[in-house]
């Protein structure tokens, strides 16, 4: 199974100084079975930025894609109709118990009028099959609206595992936008309950987005007998990030010992575009 993993495209403002003609080819040439797309899709969560991201999205040549929203998705109140709209129309998942939720602004009022959609998180479950294999991606939206920090709803996590026991798969992966193992400015809160839903539900492979720094790293619990393996990804935003972060990874044979990560960075002088790429295999 060979994943390609892109974030923070920040369609909008932030977005590709070069042009994005090139950045599809270079992406188009990897032979991904599975691109993951961990949030951040536009800048403002306007509904141009949305419609922009989708139509890129889609001129990725591959046939699974999923995507999950950032932060910067959260910013206004029409977020959660525009991403399944214009990126994916996933079936959220509602929690079990609504009086349970404590996170901000996770309902809208139902009488604000033009809001399709009242409840403000995309938590949920796809399944795809690659060579004969069931792998069980478990979106959790991280983001809370119209804020940068990241908070879990421990009634969300609650119902996840609840739909998680009731499927069937071979390989379990999870996508948050925020980091679960390292922070930055604008952390998640409570990452401490993410872990333990990982552990929980034994996944073994964890990706996010959110700081724009790259980072691969394993955690071990020798209490508990568990690890698992945290991919962050830098950023497709050149407009904003001038720390070398301009980056996507492609694992070929990911979850082998056969594993390679090529970590391709682009490169924006004078406005033109170009890439770098190192390879680095598994240990």
């Given at each position: 199974?060979?994943?390609l993993?892109?974030s923070d ?30 949030g ?79 409840f ?46 009731k ?39 964890v ?38 972060t ?30 770098k ?7």
């Amino acid at each position: 199974m060979n994943i390609l993993h892109i974030s923070d495209m920040h369609f909008g403002p932030r977005h590709w100084i070069g042009k994005s003609e090139l950045l599809l080819e270079r992406l188009n040439s990897y032979a991904a079975d599975i691109v993951i797309n961990t949030g951040d899709n536009t800048t403002d969560a306007l509904e141009n930025e949305f419609q922009a991201a989708g139509d890129f999205l889609r001129s990725i040549e591959c046939q699974h894609i999923v995507s999950i929203p950032g932060n910067h998705d959260k910013r206004n109140m029409r977020s959660a109709g525009y991403f399944r709209q214009y990126i994916d129309d996933v079936d959220v998942i509602h929690p079990l118990d609504r009086d349970n939720c404590k996170k901000k602004s996770i309902f809208i009022d139902a009488n604000i009028n033009g809001i399709k959609e009242h409840f403000t998180d995309i938590n949920f479950l796809k399944k795809v099959t690659i060579s004969g294999e069931s792998v069980l991606f478990v979106c959790l939206d991280t983001n809370t609206l119209y804020e940068d920090k990241g908070f879990v709803d421990t009634e969300m996590l609650r119902t996840l595992t609840h739909a998680i026991g009731k499927a069937r798969y071979d390989k379990i992966i999870l996508l948050n936008h925020h980091s679960i193992l390292d922070t930055d400015s604008d952390p998640l809160f409570n990452s401490r309950i993410v872990v333990e839903f990982v552990r929980e539900n034994n996944i073994e492979h964890v990706f996010c987005g959110h700081t724009h720094q790259l980072s691969i790293m394993r955690s071990t619990d020798l209490y508990h007998n568990h690890s698992f393996t945290q991919y962050k990804n830098g950023s497709l935003s050149s407009g904003n990030t001038p720390n070398d972060t301009n980056m996507f990874l492609y694992y070929k044979n990911f979850g082998t010992k056969a594993m390679e990560i090529h970590i391709v960075r682009a490169i924006i002088e004078n406005e033109c575009l170009t890439f770098k790429e190192e390879i680095i295999l598994a240990q």
